[in-house]
């Protein structure tokens, strides 16, 4: 039996695109409808389109130019309410599915189409900066979110255990999605008020995103954090060759911590994922480095180990 028109399900795919650029993690961005930032999004033809992923990279590449290589799917998004930047307004809006998807690129070129841009991602979720300490946005935030606990230790907990306000508390990168979450329940991001139809206050921390986009990019995020430990994803964001402070900056703008040069370094050697090529960098402006590239063979095997965050204390 087919759904009525104001019943149906209307079945979306969107794609977080990381790359590096000028050492900062970037997600393509697209304008969206309310001129808020928007992910790549495109709906799924069912009777046009053989797969999702194949329907997502015929879309991504017809907003922004690109090409994808490496794709993931993350999540499916279907909460109540939801509504994409590009759905159809009026009665008939149906609800809408949204199947995330995680791309990596190593090609941070500009975008060929002018509307795409790649867009910092802790601009986005400035909180999750901790390379240089906590965040200046930081301490506001736990004061709203303080006021919003009122108290409650239940509520207190869930804080101090996703944003680890005391040196007792411990910081765990991979927690993007419970952060923001968190932060929406209490009514401090932008999306916020804008879902419940209010004014959104001044200075709401980092850049509001069109529809769920925050959300699902927060999903991308923290998946993409949670892996660098146990498979080599990082290398699907490096060039060919590269310097080991430049892997070392890498991981550290996708992790938003910054790291212990030596502890990483070893940690490094011990994955045995890279291997010197003989040459030197000059392009450091110092001392030319030895440049590296990983190894020959099949970075996605079961075996092939993530890179070690060893944090600076």
């Known amino acids: 039996m087919g759904f009525p028109a104001e019943q149906g399900v209307r079945i979306g795919l969107s794609a977080v695109v990381i790359a590096l650029r000028d050492r900062k993690a970037c997600v393509l961005t697209t304008p969206g409808d309310d001129g808020a930032l928007a992910l790549p999004f495109g709906p799924f033809d069912p009777a046009r389109d053989r797969t999702f992923e194949l329907a ?22 279907g909460d109540l309410g939801r509504a994409s930047p590009r759905a159809t307004p009026g009665p008939e809006r149906r609800r809408e599915v949204s199947v995330g998807y995680l791309a990596l690129t190593a090609d941070a070129a500009d975008a060929p189409l002018a509307e795409a841009r790649w867009t910092p991602v802790l601009d986005i979720f400035p909180w999750e900066d901790r390379r240089d300490g906590a965040a200046a946005c930081l301490k506001p935030l736990l004061d709203g ?6 108290g409650d230790a239940k509520r207190q907990a869930r804080v101090d255990a996703l944003f680890a306000p005391a040196p007792s ?103 045995g994922l890279v291997e010197p090529t003989g040459r030197l960098s000059a392009a450091t ?29």
């Not at 979110?145 to 009122?150: D, P, Q, R, S």
């Not at 190894?295 to 092939?304: E, F, H, K, Q, T």
């Open 169 to 271: 508390h411990r910081w765990n990168e991979g927690r993007v999605l419970e952060r923001y979450e968190l932060l929406y329940e209490a009514g401090l991001v932008a999306e916020a008020a804008r879902d419940r139809e209010m004014p959104i206050p001044p200075g709401t921390p980092g850049r509001a995103m069109a529809s769920d986009h925050r959300r699902i990019l927060a999903t991308g995020l923290g998946r993409l954090r949670s892996k660098l430990k146990y498979r080599p994803v990082l290398f699907d964001l490096m060039p060919s060759t590269f310097t080991l402070s430049e892997l070392q900056s890498a991981a550290e703008a996708v992790a938003g911590l910054s790291l212990h040069k030596q502890n990483f370094r070893r940690g490094v050697e011990r994955t």
């Open 285 to 313: 402006g110092g001392r030319p480095a030895e440049l590296f590239r990983t190894i020959d063979g099949d970075l996605s095997a079961a075996d092939a180990l993530g890179l070690p965050l060893p944090a600076q204390r």
């Open 145 to 150: 979110l303080a006021a919003w606990a009122g």
């Open 56 to 77: 997502l990279r015929a879309f991504v590449t017809a907003q922004t130019g690109f090409r994808l290589g490496f794709v993931e799917q993350l999540y499916t998004f």
